[in-house]
C-alpha cells in the first residue's frame, strides 16, 4: 500500500512538472516572425504624369522623370564615344558623320574650319592616346528640352599635312560640350549644341 501512495505522489509530481515544462516551452517569448510587419520595397517605377502636376521638377530629376530609363553612366558613355567620333570626324573631314552629331549651328561653325583648312591644301588625322575623360557638369531643362554639360579632357595624337610637308602633334584638350534632346520625342540621342573652352 506505501508503495501504491508513493507512485501515485511520484505521477502527479511528473505531471506537474510536465505541466509547467509545456507552458514554458510552448510559450511565444518575445516578437515572432510572422508578428513583423513587411519589409517596403522601394518603388523604381517612374511617377505617373498625373503626380506631376503642379510639382516644379528640375536637373536630374526632371530627366529621370520624363524618361526613366536615362542613366548618367549609360549617357556618359555615349558623350565620350560622341566627342571621340565628332574629333576625328572633323579632322578628316568627315561631313556625314558630323552632321548626325551636330546641330545645324555647331555644323555651320565646324564646316567653315574644315573648307578653310581644305582651302590651305591641309589634311590631318587623329588618333587618341587614351581614352577621353567624361564627367556631367550639369543638367537643365526648359520645358521638354533637356541639355547636359559634360566636361571632356582628351589627349591625343594629331598627324597632319600641308604645302610644308607632315608634321605630328600631341594635344590636350579640355572642353565643355552641351548635348540636347527632346524628351517627349522618342529618338534617344542627344545632340551637340554647343562647344565651350574649359579648365584642365
Not at 560622341?82 to 558623320?97: L, P
Not at 591641309?122 to 526648359?142: C, H, I, N
Not at 540636347?180 to 579648365?199: F, G, H, I, Y
Request: proline share 6%.
Amino acid at each position: 500500500m506505501p508503495i501504491m501512495i508513493e507512485l501515485i505522489i511520484l505521477a502527479v509530481l511528473a505531471g506537474v512538472v510536465l505541466y509547467q515544462l509545456y507552458s514554458v516551452l510552448g510559450r511565444r517569448v518575445g516578437r515572432q516572425p510572422e508578428d513583423m510587419p513587411a519589409p517596403a520595397l522601394p518603388d523604381s517605377r517612374a511617377p505617373a504624369p498625373e503626380a506631376l502636376e503642379g510639382v516644379e521638377l528640375t536637373g536630374l530629376a526632371a530627366v529621370k522623370a520624363r524618361d526613366p530609363s536615362f542613366e548618367v553612366g549609360q549617357f556618359l558613355n555615349g558623350a565620350r564615344a560622341a566627342y571621340e567620333m565628332v574629333v576625328k570626324a572633323f579632322a578628316e573631314g568627315d561631313r556625314e558623320t558630323l552632321k548626325r552629331l551636330l546641330a545645324p549651328h555647331v555644323l555651320a561653325g565646324f564646316e567653315t574650319a574644315m573648307a578653310e583648312r581644305e582651302a590651305q591644301g591641309r589634311s590631318e588625322r587623329v588618333d587618341f592616346l587614351q581614352t577621353p575623360r567624361a564627367d556631367l557638369d550639369g543638367v537643365e531643362t526648359e520645358g521638354t528640352v533637356a541639355r547636359a554639360k559634360v566636361r571632356f579632357l582628351g589627349e591625343y595624337r594629331a598627324r597632319s599635312k600641308g604645302p610644308e610637308g607632315e608634321a605630328v602633334d600631341d594635344r590636350r584638350t579640355a572642353e565643355l560640350w552641351t548635348f540636347q534632346r527632346n524628351l517627349n520625342s522618342r529618338d534617344p540621342n542627344w545632340t551637340l549644341v554647343q562647344v565651350d573652352p574649359a579648365e584642365a
